[in-house]
């Protein structure tokens, strides 16, 4: 379940997303807008070294800590986790350029 919540909410939304950049390219006043809720909510001290892949990085350890059930031991929110963790990543990918 978390694999197919993280597919669809993160990797499902930036796939469409990069589909449709040609598009937003051609317009005057291009916009993303996420709908979201408060587990999306991002604390980005470190905006700066966020990268695209950084992201991925993180979806690729909470998915080991997952299937390891490390997800107390290393500080992973625990209900409803990936959803969380999804609508936090692509809010984070929304600020990148």
Do not use: H
Not at 65 to 91: H, Q, V
């Amino acid at each position: 379940m978390a694999e197919k919540c993280l597919k669809t909410n993160y990797y499902g939304t930036k796939g469409v997303t990069e589909a449709l950049v040609p598009l937003l390219q051609r317009s005057k006043s291009p916009r993303i807008v996420n709908i979201t809720s408060v587990s999306g909510l991002l604390s980005l001290d470190d905006i700066d070294n966020l990268t695209v892949e950084r992201i991925e990085e993180i979806i690729q350890c909470f998915f080991q800590d997952f299937k390891a059930d490390k997800m107390r031991e290393n500080g992973w929110p625990l209900e409803p986790s990936a959803y969380k963790l999804s609508k936090s990543a692509i809010n984070a990918y929304t600020t990148q350029d």
